[in-house]
């Protein structure tokens, strides 16, 4: 595969695309039509050019990647003269696969990697390490579909073929539908003011979700209306189901259901990785883990810190996305830290 890429959408995914390129060697040209992200992307070292119009960006590119919001890919990819590859990352299909003109290698691509923060500031080479790429077969060809596959494959990724229809209904369930539960458990919890002073763990676990640009997100939603809403009236349904259940004080159907929801959870791939910590009783410690998160760029989950029984110090478990571990603990004994 050749080794030159235009990156069209410099924030958050644009830039992890061109910092784990540029880790394997590519050369890496970007555009955005923000020149406030553009400012905010000039100093992490992602892009050996920043361009001035999506035009000469393009311009002897050997892969193009639309990565702005859904709403520009149809746009761009219509007034796109190239023979480079071209994929687009959003997380919606409907409105870009076979909706208009397009460049005649053309293949439509979706990083299930994200972070709830957004910008170039929160970009990292690791993101989408052990994370799904999604690789849409329609219209596509055969030698097109292998060089997006193996593109994904540099990045760290594991490139899953699939219809754009069979897409927009994945999403609808594992991505969006999350979101909406997020925003409506917020909702929910503002009416009563009592308990959310007492929300710990498992309320920020399934909340953290709700802090994501609102922007972005409303555009997703509603570009994915129809495979969205039959998910959601069928969740309501479900609900009902449990209402009706704890109502009527049925323990042995609320006990078959969590436990059922139990071992297929555990049968899933786990959602974070420990990495452990063990910090001297000594000033500067923690000063320590942070110039590691800052050069590691790692998606911090949650974090915990046990203190030793006795004082001299104590163990700091921090959570991250399973692929970037390695990432993190290779910071960390930078620093100087002891893994525990």
Same mark, same amino acid.
């Given at each position: ?51 001035? @119009?999506?035009?000469?960006? %393009?311009?002897? &590119?050997?892969? !193009?990647?639309? /990565? ?6 149809? =746009? #761009? ?97 594992? @991505?969006?539908?999350?979101? %909406?539960?997020? &925003?409506?458990? !917020?909702?929910? /919890? ?6 959310? =002073? #007492? ?97 590691? @760029? ?43």
């Amino acid at each position: 595969m050749s080794n030159r890429v235009a990156v069209l959408g410099t924030g958050l995914i644009g830039t992890s695309v061109a910092l784990g390129l540029a880790d394997a060697g590519w050369t890496c040209v970007g555009w955005d039509p923000d020149p406030t992200v553009l400012e905010a992307v000039d100093g992490r070292g992602a892009f050996d050019e920043l361009r001035e @119009s999506p035009d000469a960006a %393009v311009a002897d &590119a050997d892969v !193009v990647i639309l /990565a702005g919001p859904p709403s520009s890919v149809p =746009g #761009l990819l219509a007034g796109l003269t190239t023979d480079a590859l071209v994929t687009d990352v959003a997380g919606v299909k409907a409105g870009i696969v076979g909706a208009g003109p397009a460049p005649a290698h053309f293949v439509s691509g979706h990083p299930m990697a994200g972070r709830e923060v957004s910008g170039p500031a929160a970009a990292s080479a690791s993101l989408f390490r052990g994370a799904a790429w999604i690789v849409i077969t329609d219209d596509a060809a055969d030698e097109d579909l292998a060089r997006l596959e193996n593109l994904a494959r540099v990045l760290g990724a594991e490139p899953i073929r699939m219809t754009a229809a069979e897409h927009d209904d994945a999403v609808a369930v594992i @991505s969006h539908l999350p979101q %909406v539960l997020a &925003a409506a458990l !917020v909702g929910e /919890a503002t009416e009563h003011p009592a308990g959310v =002073g #007492l929300a710990s763990g498992s309320f920020r676990d399934l909340t953290r979700v709700a802090a994501s640009n609102p922007d972005l997100w409303a555009e997703l939603l509603i570009r994915n209306g129809a495979p969205l809403a039959a998910v959601l009236e069928a969740y309501a349904a479900r609900l009902h189901r449990w209402a009706d259940a704890v109502r009527s004080g049925e323990s042995e159907t609320v006990n078959r259901s969590l436990r059922t929801a139990s071992e297929v959870r555990r049968g899933m791939a786990p959602p974070v990785v420990a990495v452990a910590v063990a910090l001297a009783d000594q000033p500067g410690e923690l000063a320590k883990v942070g110039h590691a998160l800052e050069r590691s @760029s790692v998606d911090v989950r949650d974090l915990q810190l046990r203190h030793a029984t006795y004082g001299g110090g104590g163990i700091l478990t921090l959570s991250v996305r399973p692929g970037e571990a390695e990432t993190l603990r290779t910071a960390l004994l930078a620093e100087g830290l002891l893994l525990g």
